[in-house]
């Protein structure tokens, strides 16, 4: 069965960066986009971006534009996501997410696949 | 961006009853809208897709339509085990949006 499988929590300093891992099981991941959503205490999801695993290509929220960086390594069937210059209003749950429906057919934008979450607190 | 408004923001309601929860796009989403529910401490779980598409295992008393712009989500019969928070999702724009949630309580 499909499973999303992620790093552990982090705690950084301020101007930090953090690092999420995110291994998938049940599936290939060069046969689906995948994305990172974001949730701050309280708050609802918010869309970082998604890489194309198969191609690596990648397309990010205006918001992150320059301080994130999503990548992959098809070998271990795992997608990263890199965070730069940390501020307090970083801290969040990252999550990762499997679009619905595979790259070569029609897909959808729904996440049906997510992984647990890693909470990242940035505290000085 | 597409904004998302979700309605209402918190509902008290009791084990079977109907429940209605409203999602209104900012511009024109076609059917690029999704329903999640979510419990504390854990991801979203993805309900309905392309606005009224089940997705496989959820139960049948979650059913979703639109109205234009505007996106309803209903449990037909509230079970205990539905007390969560649900948002709404476009995926018609980037960045994808979501609503800022309804909490289902207790009553």
């Known amino acids: 069965q499909e499973q999303l499988v992620q790093s552990g929590a982090e705690v950084k300093k301020p101007g930090a960066s953090v690092k999420v891992s995110c291994k998938a099981s049940?599936?290939?991941?060069?046969?689906?986009?995948m994305h990172w959503v974001r949730q701050a205490p309280g708050q609802g999801p918010e869309w970082m971006g998604w890489?194309?695993?198969?191609?690596?290509?990648?397309k990010y929220a205006q918001k992150f534009q320059g301080r994130v960086t999503m990548t992959r390594d098809t070998s271990i069937n795992t997608v990263y996501m890199e965070l730069s210059s940390l501020t307090s209003d970083d801290t969040a749950v990252y999550f990762c997410?499997?679009?619905?429906?595979?790259?070569?057919?029609?897909?959808?934008?729904?996440?049906?696949?997510w992984g647990q979450g890693t909470l990242v607190t940035v505290s000085s | 961006d597409i904004q998302m408004t979700q309605s209402p923001s918190s509902l008290s309601a009791s084990v079977g009853d109907r429940v209605t929860i409203t999602c209104r796009a900012s511009q024109n989403i076609g059917t690029y809208l999704h329903w999640y529910q979510q419990k504390p401490g854990k991801a979203p779980k993805l309900l309905i897709y392309?606005?009224?598409s089940l997705q496989s295992g959820v139960p049948s008393r979650f059913s979703g339509s639109v109205s234009g712009t505007d996106f309803t989500l209903t449990i037909s019969s509230l079970q205990p085990e539905d007390f969560a928070t649900y948002y709404c999702q476009q995926s018609s724009n980037t960045p994808g949006t979501f609503g800022q949630g309804t909490k289902v309580e207790i009553k």
């Open positions: 890489i194309n695993p198969n191609s690596g290509g990648t």
């Open positions: 049940g599936f290939i991941i060069t046969g689906y986009y």
């Open positions: 997410a499997r679009e619905k429906g595979l790259m070569s057919a029609v897909t959808t934008g729904a996440f049906d696949y």
């Open positions: 392309s606005a009224s």
